[in-house]
């Protein structure tokens, strides 16, 4: 079936550091990539998405590139904030599967000042 | 547009009573989810409608769990006879229809059975 791999964390990292948060998967046909983020007491929120191979996702200083050689789709950020602390989710959509999200675990990051 | 809403946010049940969820979602999606997500884990796919028919399930979806779309707008999530491992926050996301069209997601309603 498809699944999703994300690093473990918590993640801690001082302010102004740079963050990857690692993201691979398995998929039973061609999927379109997602990062979500759930801030504390609030719900999913899309961070970005990328629909194809080599496509890069970016918003808020956030970027993800869909490596189709390497089935990843990897979180990056040059350099955080302390409003950065949450909760990022990779997701996964097959094409033909009308839809439906496979999501990975989570993985809390905290960012200090 | 005012975003997918859920209701109740909260709910505390004793076991085996009856509960019963809301989702509104984005008025032009004709696509409607629901999630459960336990601590620690990703949401995981329980159903999905298109417009009001109910065009899958999960095999989470015990036959406790029955969910409906009756006008192709609002939905429900009912949980029968509830259970301490039904426990979790229940979110609902919805989509227009197509492959590649992201899902917009409610605040979740968390479910505590006590």
């Known amino acids: 079936g498809d699944s999703v791999t994300q690093m473990e964390g918590p993640v801690t990292l001082s302010e102004e550091a740079c963050l990857t948060i690692n993201c691979t998967y398995t998929a039973t046909g061609y999927p379109s990539l997602f990062w979500y983020v759930q801030y504390p007491g609030e719900g999913l929120q899309l961070l970005l998405k990328?629909?194809?191979?080599?496509d890069k996702g970016s918003n808020k200083g956030f970027e993800a590139t869909y490596r189709k050689e390497t089935t990843s789709f990897h979180l990056e950020k040059g350099s955080v904030q302390v409003s950065d602390s949450a909760v990022y989710f990779c997701?996964?959509?097959?094409?033909?599967?009308?839809?439906?999200?496979?999501f990975g675990d989570g993985t809390t990051l905290t960012v200090k000042p | 547009d005012t975003g997918v809403s859920q209701d109740p946010r909260h709910k505390i049940t004793k076991r085996g009573q009856n509960v019963t969820f809301r989702c509104d979602p984005i008025s032009e999606h004709n696509r409607l989810y629901w999630y459960r997500q336990t601590l620690g884990q990703g949401p995981e796919f329980l159903t999905y409608?298109?417009?009001?028919?109910?065009?899958?399930k999960s095999r989470l979806l015990s036959d406790r769990f029955s969910a409906e779309r009756p006008k192709g707008s609002f939905s429900t999530l009912e949980i029968q006879r509830t259970e301490q491992g039904d426990s979790a926050m229940y979110l609902c996301?919805?989509?227009?229809?197509?492959?590649?069209?992201?899902?917009?997601f409610g605040p979740g309603t968390r479910l505590t059975v006590t």
């Open positions: 997701a996964l959509i097959i094409r033909t599967n009308a839809g439906k999200s496979t």
């Open positions: 996301a919805s989509s227009l229809e197509g492959p590649i069209h992201e899902q917009y």
């Open positions: 990328a629909t194809k191979a080599d």
């Open positions: 409608f298109q417009n009001e028919a109910q065009l899958e």
